[in-house]
């Protein structure tokens, strides 16, 4: 440490722990050099003038100022003496109101006839796993007999060209005309509030039909596939009746319409259009095909040019669209040589999760066309990629195909398919041809018929969907022909198709908005069809995962356990620190990944993925991880040692994990009272239970359905419904909490009725294990401060599915019977929590049995501090070396009150109240954090949303020439005008929706090329923990001019420090403030190439159907005549070679 007298050339700092102390006098020789500069220079111009001597003296007077500024001496003894008071009138208060002593006594005296039981992992494990797969396994039979109805109905029905059949269609029905009839294709169909359904409005009785308005609602073709699908009416609803837990049934056909049930009113977008089409959702896609490898080959010829290419890339992305987790792909552009659109992807093929999928949308949109065409060694490509891929057992090792997207094919290829594809053909060739011009039909035609693929012409927008939906009817072949009803479960995804789904995003736990879909596909059984594999659609059902979860008892797993489901891919299904929702303004918004978040970037500690391997590869067993953690918004880190327990779900591609704190985490104590004894406390009025957790299942009988949880134990425990099926171990322990908290009760209303309780005291409150809660409202709801508290709007204080209360996670990881403060800031509503844990003990173990805690106003605690933080005007100051009498109310003095993590609980500017110290005086945090009283905690968040650095590589072109932005216009009208006239075709006038779905298309391709401000990324930020080994601490910060002394000191029995800074010494230019922004983490090309491209452990679906020697595929595609008129053509000819030679 230096000598006194050279603090200006350093710090120098008291540091005081339990073992060690030590003490630094702040002395100066400065004071010194000032006196004698004016002395001496004072002394030899006495001879001159007074006009001279006055600047002198006023300069020394300056200087003797800026000395004293340095000179502060904040005395650390008299900070010691503040923070002892404050603690001991802090714990008192906090104490007496909350009770917390009485609940620890109370607990003392029932530790004889309780019991302490160590959690056994691996039986819950497998306890759980066997519920999951039970529930699962109902679902699953539910569809089969809806596979099964489909199938007959179709083998005995013929086909009627001439059909007339009027059906509920979902978007017409209680709709009237001007007249008052209903329109047709509605008609009267009642609809009920259902609690079952997330209070919506359906009809339990029948199911309805929705189809999408590109699909003509009275074509032959529809109105036969609906009247088969008539017999699945009674299907749902028996399947409803025998588990009643079941949600959404559906049928979703090749044809394009969706009889959902129960019915339900179907609401078109904003413009009028039934965008949704069920054959483009991932439970129907997965089902009708096996897992497969694509390359998609575009022509990016100069002839590809306007329109077409703009058709082109609508394909691409409507192909993208079809491929799921299970599937691999690649994307490449060809003229007279092959480009890969990402060269990182070079001779490969990338998962086509919706990370991949997105990435390759924004390359295509930005390829331009140029040079000529040549197809044959894109070809050749294409086919290497797949051997290759085929050869070292990469991708999906199933079903391979070539896309092929042109507006033309001249040249030879069939001694590429002789060297690669010939005679086994293993690798399938869809063609897809681009524009009006027929001239090289029957050359892509060939390619398709010769290759096992199919032939479409698009020619609009408009046809793009339809026309590639063919491809998967096609692959379903070799399935259809075996009869292989392979059953599928779908990623975890939300159905934001349905209405209110985005009022759920507030008020339910963010991962468990969640569903997956269990999904068959339904073939035709006609022998005389047999051969063409006829896909006649799919069935399904929704699961929410918050069920599944349900049955891992968040009681059972402890304050900081948790369940998790994960699919065979190693993407999280269901885990409590998933975040599918980011927020874009004042809108909650799904991530556009949300569904492709990997094990390894929520539970990354496990850096060598020796968890995340185990549960993909459907492995049994247990693994032990040291993990940072994170609580209240991932502010507050915690050092946690973690036990993971994980096992398969049979029968699905699921994993299931479930993880246990060491120490308290796997401690459970049991308690037991009769039930008469338990029921009299169950009833107070101040006692609740978790109304999210399922003490007993009222989803099982309808009747049960209009009971809270409370109300069904209740009822259960009385007699008076013995058919609820209730959790026999959580109702005992919930009725022994209910009895030894009882006393609570009784002492705060004593203290209500016989003491004037001190404003600012609101509400005590109480938690256990079991998701028993006490609240006792101290104040009344027009005088309190924190009105939200503990309402049902206030999810992390309560216990949810997703998680215990904050309050209560906070105080399980402090000392028991040691208060844990912390401010909340609600919306500009800030107050002061304090809790604390409550024990029992038994055997020589000790179980937490619960938390107890205040909450106050922040007038309250500041009342307390301020009449604390002042030396009173007499003060004898004789023994005190230092400022004295001092007071924290000077100007002079910055006093704070700093909970652990390094937030601020009090401070004379309320608006500091909830931020982070280093925000607020950046100078004394780096102090403390170099001291070591303060601890910095790396942390790590792969599910951020950044916002996006990416500009258009050809932002600017509009620069190269005047003449650009006019020619764009011309064109962008001209192609417009021309579009018009292409779609106006017969099949135009006879169906008017033909026009909304063209422009629709239009619409939804332009959307495309918006970039969203936010995008996923990874991100780094710190956090901070307090060393409570050293206890108090002191410096003098050297900051240019002037020098800052602090003294910080521990708040005894407390999480808190006392901070008492100098305040007219600014060190903001020498210290910025130390923030807890999270950075984004930078990835250079090659560490983002390989990112992109690596291939987790995964598992492969059991089952492929790639190949059947009964297959027909001379069924491969055709084109109707196409006529175009010849002026049409001349002109958009001339125009384009015109705008071309501008640009």
Not at 281 to 298: F, G
Not at 634 to 654: A, C, Q
Not at 877 to 892: M, Q, R, T
Not at 1062 to 1084: F, V
Request: hydrophobic share 40%; net charge negative.
């Amino acid at each position: 440490m230096p000598a006194a007298g050279r603090v200006h050339l350093d710090m120098t700092e008291s540091v005081q722990g339990p073992n060690r102390t030590t003490k630094t006098t702040k002395t100066t020789e400065t004071t010194t050099i000032f006196f004698f500069f004016f002395f001496f220079f004072g002394s030899r111009m006495e001879g001159r003038t007074p006009g001279t001597r006055k600047p002198l003296r006023i300069l020394g007077f300056f200087c003797l100022w800026i000395t004293a500024q340095a000179q502060m001496k904040i005395p650390p003894e008299t900070v010691q003496q503040w923070a002892m008071e404050f603690s001991v009138q802090l714990r008192d208060f906090t104490t007496k109101y909350s009770g917390s002593l009485l609940l620890q006594k109370k607990l003392k005296d029932v530790e004889s006839i309780i019991k302490i039981v160590e959690l056994d992992g691996n039986d819950l494990v497998k306890d759980y796993s066997d519920e999951i797969e039970r529930m699962l396994g109902s679902k699953m039979k539910s569809v089969k007999r809806l596979a099964e109805s489909a199938e007959d109905a179709d083998l005995y029905h013929d086909f009627n060209a001439t059909m007339k059949f009027d059906y509920y269609n979902s978007m017409l029905i209680n709709t009237a005309d001007e007249d008052g009839n209903s329109v047709e294709l509605g008609g009267e169909f009642p609809l009920e509030e259902n609690e079952h359904f997330n209070n919506l409005l359906v009809n339990t009785l029948m199911s309805n039909i929705q189809i999408p308005t590109n699909v003509y609602n009275k074509d032959p073709n529809i109105l036969n596939a609906i009247y088969n699908s008539e017999a699945l009416n009674d299907v749902f609803i028996r399947n409803f009746q025998k588990d009643p837990t079941l949600t959404w049934q559906f049928f979703g056909s090749s044809t394009g319409f969706f009889r959902i049930y129960p019915g339900i009113k179907w609401t078109p977008d904003s413009n009028g259009v039934a965008a949704f089409d069920c054959r483009n959702r991932n439970w129907y896609i997965q089902a009708a095909t096996s897992p497969k490898d694509i390359v998609i080959m575009v022509d990016i010829s100069g002839s590809m040019k306007g329109l077409k290419m703009t058709i082109a890339k609508h394909t691409i992305n409507t192909i993208l669209d079809t491929l799921g987790e299970n599937d691999f792909v690649n994307v490449i552009a060809y003229t007279d040589y092959v480009r890969y659109v990402e060269p990182c992807f070079k001779g490969t093929l990338v998962q086509a999760d919706l990370d991949n999928r997105e990435h390759f949308k924004q390359l295509v949109d930005e390829l331009h066309v140029k040079g000529e065409a040549k197809i044959k060694n894109a070809m050749k490509e294409s086919f290497k990629i797949l051997n290759e891929a085929r050869a070292s057992g990469q991708g999906s090792m199933c079903n391979q195909a070539i896309m092929l997207i042109t507006d033309g094919a001249m040249e030879d290829f069939e001694s590429v398919f002789e060297e690669f594809n010939w005679p086994e053909r293993r690798v399938r060739v869809f063609t897809y041809l681009i524009g009006r011009e027929m001239t090289f039909a029957q050359n892509t035609k060939w390619i398709a018929c010769n290759n096992k693929g199919y032939y479409t012409h698009i020619s609009t927008l408009a046809d793009v969907q339809e026309n590639v939906m063919e491809y998967l009817h096609v692959l379903s072949r070799p399935m259809v022909i075996n009869h292989d009803h392979d059953i599928i479960w779908t990623e975890a995804y939300m159905d934001t198709v349905l209405p209110s789904t985005k009022e759920l995003f507030t008020t339910k736990a963010q991962s468990l908005l969640l569903m997956t879909s269990v999904a068959m596909p339904v073939f035709s059984k006609k022998k005389e069809t047999l051969s063409h594999g006829i896909l006649l659609g799919v069935v399904g059902t929704d699961i929410p995962l918050m069920e599944v979860m349900k049955l891992a008892p968040r009681y059972m797993l402890g304050a900081h356990g948790y369940a998790f489901l994960i699919t065979n891919n190693g993407y999280i299904l269901a885990h409590p620190d998933l975040r599918p929702l980011y927020k874009d303004g004042k809108k909650l918004k799904p991530k556009p990944n949300y569904n492709s978040v990997d094990l390894s970037e929520v539970e990354w500690e496990d850096t060598e993925e020796k968890l995340r391997t185990a549960m993909v590869r459907g492995e049994t067993g247990f693994i032990r991880l040291s993990i940072r953690a994170s609580v209240d918004k991932g502010k507050r880190p915690l050092f946690l040692v973690n036990d993971y327990f994980y096992t398969n779900i049979d029968e699905t591609p699921f994993s299931f994990g479930m993880v246990l704190t060491r120490g308290h985490g796997r401690l459970m104590f049991i308690g037991n009272v009769s039930v008469e004894e338990g029921l009299h406390d169950l009833t107070s009025p101040d006692l609740s239970i978790a109304t999210e957790w399922t003490y007993c299942e009222t989803d099982i009988d309808p009747s049960h359905r209009k009971y809270s949880q409370l109300q069904a134990a209740i009822r259960y425990l009385l007699g008076k419904e013995p058919d609820l099926e209730c959790d026999e171990v959580l109702l005992q322990q919930t009725l022994f909490d209910a009895v030894v908290t009882a006393p609570l009760e009784a002492y705060w209303n004593a203290l209500m009725l016989n003491d004037r309780v001190e404003p600012g005291v609101e509400t005590a409150f109480l938690g256990t294990r079991a998701g028993l809660m006490r609240i006792m409202r101290y104040a009344g709801v027009e005088t309190r401060v924190a009105k939200r508290f503990l309402t049902a709007t206030d999810k992390d204080n309560l216990f949810t599915t997703d998680h215990f209360p904050l309050w209560y996670r906070l105080a399980v990881e402090n000392t028991p019977g040691s208060f844990f403060y912390y401010a909340i800031n609600d919306k500009g509503v800030k107050y002061v929590i304090g809790t604390t844990a409550v024990t029992v003990s038994s055997e020589g173990r000790t179980a937490m049995a619960g938390a107890i805690g205040l909450q106050m106003s922040l007038d309250l605690l500041e009342k307390r501090f301020w009449a604390i933080a002042k030396q009173p005007s007499d003060t004898d100051c004789s023994a005190i070396e230092g400022v004295c009498p001092l007071s924290c109310e000077s100007a002079d003095l910055n006093c704070f009150l700093v909970d652990n993590n390094g937030f601020i609980v009090l401070s004379k500017e309320r608006n500091d109240v909830g931020r982070f110290f280093g925000e607020v005086d950046g100078s004394v945090m780096a102090s403390l954090i170099k001291m070591g009283m303060f601890k910095k905690v790396s942390l790590f968040d792969y599910q951020a949303m950044c916002k996006n650095s990416h500009h258009h590589a050809s932002s600017a072109r509009q620069l190269l020439s005047p003449f650009y932005v006019i020619a764009a216009l011309i064109r962008w009208l001209f192609s417009n005008a021309l579009m018009f006239l292409l779609d106006f075709n017969l099949c135009g006038l006879w169906h008017s929706d033909y026009f909304v779905d063209a422009k629709a298309g239009y619409h939804t391709s332009h959307k495309q090329k918006k970039v969203d401000a936010l995008q996923p990324c990874d991100t780094a930020y710190p956090g901070f923990m307090y060393d409570s080994s050293i206890r108090e601490a002191n410096s003098l910060i050297k900051c240019g001019r002037c020098q800052k002394m602090f003294v910080v000191q521990q708040v005894p029995d407390s999480n808190l420090v006392l901070v008492v800074a100098q305040a007219d010494c600014d060190c903001s230019r020498q210290y910025g403030p130390i923030l807890l922004e999270p950075k984004e983490i930078k990835y250079n090309a090659t560490v983002k190439c390989n990112r992109m491209k690596s291939q987790k452990v995964r598992r492969r679906p059991e089952s492929c159907h790639a190949y059947h020697p009964k297959e027909d595929a001379k069924e491969c595609g055709g084109a109707s005549a196409v006529f175009l008129s010849l002026s049409v053509f001349s002109s958009s000819l001339l125009v384009s070679l015109l705008l071309h030679h501008w640009t």
